[in-house]
């Protein structure tokens, strides 16, 4: 282990917007990031489902040193090869055919956003101008993309948010009053939802909505940022839903850390937006796209899926082993390696003792915990963080 780095000393001048952790980190090994006393902690966290290939993989190392040598930026006024491949291989494994790249995931939402809204003006006119979302969601934190999502503290103090923008019950009934043919351009949904508690819609629920949508021309958008590219255990999230959406958008693990975001979009969606209606400084530049085809093809095997899925059972498994040896626990629920325990005391406090124990988890709600560990993580890593949360748990 190499020495521990000085801990710099905590400054004021960032916007004090987060709540953050005292330790200061400064390396990562595997699936354990280390602070600068050289304390280790055990990561379910990912950097909130962003490092699904852990830290210090020396493959990913490699490409970003090879990558670092090449182009890291041009305008995207002009063509280069790593994003144009890395749009083929989207379009190959999914429903889409066209991508766009963006820096985030709100913004990849935004711009979800803007082309449903302009294909339904084509077809079905002026009148088309609602989008809904869904009561639990979180889509993202930009003004059209906050009027989107279900969090009264990130949406008041900024009102008047985006018009035309509000929030529909998780009730099929709610959905078939509130999707109006004339008026409404889209519905945004989360395979699993995330920040609002890892709820995992059910494959009845989204073909019911998935037929709606289409019976009234109304755009269908899976919001795979946090859900997607593996994190379920398929590639996307859909697949186990059995139903195809009209625009998927997908960020946080794309680019193993760096910024980017995608919008994949069928043709018929895609075809309404024209040259110069959409656009993006940095978005899917050469750097980036070589780091995120390298990430895509270590997402899209076969294996590692396979891995997902069995340590994904087995996790389930155990957090209800640790639900009723504890009695600390109310609700289970996930999938793959995305899990949200609904526990009886305040999440903050747990999380708080865990990090103390060497585990990092985070919230998705007053009382929630949420994990998401690496997707490359060992049945050996997660018995050891189950058995921290146990510990935790039972101490409370
Ligand atoms: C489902 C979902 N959508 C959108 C976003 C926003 O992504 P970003 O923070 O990259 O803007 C997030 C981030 O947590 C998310 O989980």
Known sequence: MSAPVAAHPVTDALLPVYRRAPMELVRGEGVELIDADGKRYLDFTSGIAVNALGYGDPQLQAVMKRAAEGLIHVSNLFRTAPGEQLADKLVASSFADKVFFANSGAEANEGAFKFARRWARNVGGPAKHEIFSLRGAFHGRLFGTVAATDRPQYRMPFRPLAGGISILERDLDDLDISLNSETTVALILEPI????????????????????????????????????????????????????????????????????????????????????????TFGGGPFVSTVALHVFDRLSDPQLLAHVRELGT??????????????????????????????????GGIIARAREAGLLIVSAGEHTLRMLPPLVSTREDLARGLATLEGVLAAG
């Open 193 to 280: 939802q995330g920040e609002g508690g890892v709820r995992v819609f059910e494959p009845e629920f989204v073909r019911a909505v998935r037929q709606m949508t289409q019976e009234r021309r109304i755009a269908l958008i899976f919001d795979e940022i946090q859900c997607g590219l593996g994190r379920t255990g398929h590639l996307y999230a859909y697949e186990r839903l059995g139903v195809t959406p009209d625009i998927m958008t997908l960020a946080k693990p794309i680019a193993a850390g760096l910024p980017m975001g995608a919008i994949l979009a069928t043709d018929e969606i895609a075809s309404a937006m024209q040259p110069g209606e959409h656009g993006t």
């Open 314 to 347: 087995w996790f389930g498994e155990q957090l209800h082993g640790i639900a009723a040896r504890t009695n600390r626990v109310r609700a289970i629920r996930g999938a793959g390696l995305m899990w949200g325990v609904d526990v009886v005391e305040p999440a």
